[in-house]
């Protein structure tokens, strides 16, 4: 998709200083910019490349006057930062700007769905299955039986939603994520075999909610596995059977959540974090990468380490474990000369 400087200082709001019939087709850094992309000026430690980038057009401050001469179209914006990220998230909206449905596709008896929607080759929709408006779902995707599904959403390809799942407005669910697949559950007996536990619960996805790619969300036992609204989960998560992810809450990749567990709202829970499963964890608590949590968590807690204790702690504590052969043969060196 090509733009002219004219087109993309209409969607700013900016200025063109230059030529405005100048088109872009990329997007690139300042530094790296080349004949045909499109690149900003923010931050003023970069400034000295706007005299020898290549791109065609360059966003900026609206007070920048170049000392010395350019090549590059400039577009003149209050925020450069800002107007870059509107332009990428618009670019993106372009992008995504599909509709109609592809074949070969499978939609079954007793689907619905509203305007726009765009059905890629290879997708399969179980039976009674509702679909909003604006919705994207990408090829090799499943939707299984009586799914609901809100406006706006968007499903890359190789999705798999399992039966029953609903799924609300303006979510994003990323290529090989697995929503509502069977929870762990199975009963052991006296010879050491085990008999699975039927899964007969759902996952529900409130508004806002995006799930990285490779993302696994089991479905409930009974009742259901909740992801509420405005949650971001990374790329390889595991969420466990019931369990209850909180408003607004953030979950780095590899972090893996047992079953019934409830988190708050607004929690940070960072990479290769591991919940147990039965416990609470808070409103707006910090759990830094790699630490296990086996017990419940208060509200604004900073937890760290394994088991994790408090962050303050950690750190101090920390210091003592890179010392502690030093500390060992001190006590050693001591405990000879007292004998």
């Known amino acids: 998709m090509k733009f002219t400087a004219e087109q993309i200082a209409g969607i700013l709001n900016g200025e063109v200083v230059g030529n405005p019939n100048a088109e872009v087709s990329k997007l690139a850094k300042i530094e790296e910019g080349i004949p045909g992309s499109l690149t900003f000026l923010s931050n003023p430690k970069y400034q000295n490349y706007i005299y020898t980038t290549q791109a065609t057009v360059t966003i900026v401050n609206k007070n920048f006057e170049p000392e010395n001469p350019i090549t590059t179209t400039l577009i003149k914006v209050d925020d450069p930062y800002q107007a870059f990220s509107k332009l990428l998230e618009y670019y993106n909206q372009v992008k995504l700007m599909k509709s109609g449905i592809e074949q070969p596709s499978v939609i079954s008896e007793g689907v619905t769905y509203g305007d726009d929607l765009y059905l890629g080759s290879f997708c399969y929709v179980g039976k009674n299955v509702k679909i909003g408006n604006n919705v994207k779902i990408y090829p090799n995707t499943f939707i299984g039986d009586n799914v609901v599904i ?10 798999r939603v399992y039966s029953e799942t609903e799924i609300g407005n303006n979510c994003v669910i ?12 199975f009963a052991p007996h006296e010879d050491g075999t085990y008999s699975k ?19 696994t969300i089991d ?6 596995t909740i992801i509420r609204k405005g949650a971001k989960l990374d790329n390889q998560i595991q969420i466990a059977h019931n369990v209850e992810v909180g408003e607004n809450t953030v979950i780095a990749a590899q972090t893996g959540i047992a079953g019934s567990t ?8 960072g990479g290769q974090v591991g919940v147990a499963g039965h416990i609470t964890i808070g409103d707006n608590v910090r759990i830094q990468a790699q630490s296990g949590i086996g017990k419940s968590l208060k509200d604004g807690e ?4 394994s088991p994790a204790f408090t962050y303050g702690d950690f750190s101090k504590s920390y210091v003592h474990f890179r010392n502690l ?4 043969s001190d006590l050693d060196a001591l405990k000879k000369k007292l004998e």
Do not use: W, Y
């Open 325 to 328: 052969p030093k500390i060992v």
């Open 197 to 215: 536990i039927p899964q007969i619960g759902n996952v529900i996805l409130e508004d806002d909610v995006e799930i990285g790619a490779c993302t």
């Open 262 to 269: 409830k988190i708050g709202k607004n929690c940070m829970i």
């Open 219 to 224: 479905r409930a036992t009974m009742g259901s």
């Open 302 to 305: 900073v937890v760290q380490g």
């Open 150 to 159: 809100g406006d706006n959403c968007v499903f890359f390809a190789g999705v």
């Open 174 to 185: 990323h290529s090989g994520a697995i929503v509502a697949s069977d929870g762990f559950g």
